[in-house]
C-alpha cells in the first residue's frame, strides 16, 4: 500500500516528464517486490501452518519432548531460536514442564514473542477427574511459567486414582467420567485459560462419543501416525468432524525402525532428503502436524527443513503401501500388566479399534 501511495505522488507533483518515467518504472519494481513477498509469505503461511476449528492456527512442525530428560531445557531453546520452530509438545507426566517452562523464557528474553508460540501440554490420568482438571492447568501454568496455554490435551482415556502403580494394579484404574472431564475443560476456555482444547490416544469410538456431550468440538487429536502405522481409521474420522490430527512418533521407535525401512530410504536418496525429512514431509501431506522429537542440534534443524518441496504422488502412494501395521506406542509400558490386570494387553487398552 505504501508503494502504491507514492507511486500515486509521483504522478500527481512531478513536471519533468523523464524523472516522472524513471520513478514510475521504480515505483512500479518496488511494488512488484512487494508483492512477490506478500504471495511468498501466504506460500510460507499455507505450508506452515493448519487452522483449527477455532479459526487459531497451529504450526505444522512442533518438537516433540517425551524423554528428552536434562536436555530439555537445551533442546527447546535451540527449536525456537535457532530452528525457527513454533510449537512445543510436553505433557505434565514428562516430568519436564519446568525445564520447557525456562526455556520458554530465555527464547521470549532472546525476542521470541509469547503471541508466535503454540505450547501444547496434556492433562494425567491421576488428573482426569472433573474437580481436578482446572488445578492440573494451573499446576502446568506455574511449571511453564505461562499465563495461558495455547492447546491442553486429555492425555489418556483413562482415570487412575493418585498413587497408581505403574502398569495398574487392581483397584488403581477409576472410571473416567469422560463428559465431566469435557465440560470442566470448556469451562478452561471460556475463563480464558487455555486457547483450545482436545485429546490423546481416543479411539474411534470414544472421539464419536465425546462428540455427542462436547460443547466445544476437540480442535486437536494426537495420535501416533507414520507409513508403519497410518491410522487411516481415526484420521478420516477427524478429518469428517473438522478435529485436527497431531502426529507423534513419526519418525518410528526403537521397536519400529521406519528409518532404515526400505521404500523410506529410497524416496529419501530420490529426493535428496534424509529419511526423517521425508518422514515428517510425509504426515504433514495428510493434513496433520507432526511433532519429532530430538535433543540434538542438528536434527532439530533438519527435522523442520520439510517445506518448499514435496513428495511425489508415486512416492507418496509407496509410502502410504507398507502392509506391515501396527502400533509403536500402544500403552503397554503405561498400562499392560499382564498378571494382574485390568489391561492384560495392548487390546484391553485400545478395544475393538485395535487393528
Not at 12 to 28: F, K, N
Not at 41 to 56: C, D, I, V
Not at 202 to 220: D, G, M, S, W, Y
Amino acid at each position: 500500500m505504501q508503494a502504491e501511495r507514492n507511486l500515486g505522488r509521483v504522478m500527481a507533483t512531478a513536471h519533468d516528464p523523464l524523472s516522472v518515467i524513471h520513478e514510475v518504472r521504480q515505483q512500479q519494481q518496488q511494488l512488484s517486490v512487494i508483492q512477490e513477498v506478500q504471495q511468498q509469505k501466504e506460500h510460507a503461511e499455507a505450508q506452515y501452518y493448519f487452522t483449527l476449528l477455532s479459526g487459531h492456527k497451529i504450526p505444522s512442525v512442533g518438537l516433540g519432548t517425551w524423554r528428552s530428560g536434562s536436555f530439555t531445557a537445551k533442546a527447546v531453546f535451540t527449536a525456537i531460536v535457532q530452528a525457527g520452530y513454533r510449537h512445543v509438545d510436553t505433557a505434565q507426566e514428562y516430568g519436564i514442564q519446568e525445564e520447557v517452562g525456562k526455556a520458554l523464557k530465555a527464547a521470549m528474553q532472546a525476542g521470541i514473542k509469547r503471541e508466535e508460540l503454540v505450547i501444547a501440554s496434556k492433562l494425567w490420568c491421576t488428573d482426569s477427574a472433573p474437580d481436578k482438571v482446572k488445578p492440573a492447568l494451573l499446576k502446568t501454568l506455574k511449571e511453564l511459567e505461562l499465563e495461558d496455554l495455547d492447546l491442553f490435551l486429555i492425555h489418556w482415556p483413562i482415570s487412575l486414582k493418585n498413587g497408581a502403580h505403574k502398569p495398574p494394579e487392581p483397584g488403581d484404574v477409576l472410571e473416567f467420567d469422560m463428559e465431566g472431564v469435557w465440560k470442566e475443560m470448556e469451562n478452561l476456555v471460556r475463563d480464558g485459560l487455555v486457547k483450545d482444547i482436545g485429546v490423546c490416544n481416543f479411539t474411534v469410538k470414544q472421539i464419536n462419543r465425546l462428540l455427542e456431550c462436547a460443547h466445544i468440538k476437540p480442535a486437536v487429536c494426537q495420535i501416533e501416525m507414520h507409513p508403519g502405522w497410518r491410522n487411516d481409521k481415526m484420521l478420516q474420522v477427524c478429518k469428517k468432524h473438522g478435529i485436527h490430527v497431531m502426529a507423534f512418533s513419526p519418525l518410528g521407535s526403537t521397536k519400529r525402525d521406519l528409518m532404515h525401512e526400505p521404500v523410506v530410504t529410497k524416496v529419501a536418496n530420490k529426493l535428496n532428503k534424509t529419511p526423517a525429512q521425508v518422514l515428517i514431509r510425509w504426515g504433514i501431506q495428510r493434513g496433520a502436524t507432526v511433532i519429532p522429537k530430538s535433543i540434538h542440534k542438528e536434527r532439530i534443524i533438519e527435522n523442520i527443513q520439510v517445506f518448499n518441496w514435496k513428495i511425489p504422488e508415486e512416492d507418496f502412494q509407496a509410502l502410504s503401501s507398507i502392509k506391515d501395521q501396527w502400533r509403536t506406542m500402544g500403552g503397554e509400558i503405561l498400562f499392560v500388566n499382564e498378571k494382574h490386570g485390568p489391561y492384560k494387553n495392548a487390546t484391553d487398552v485400545w478395544g475393538d479399534d485395535e487393528d
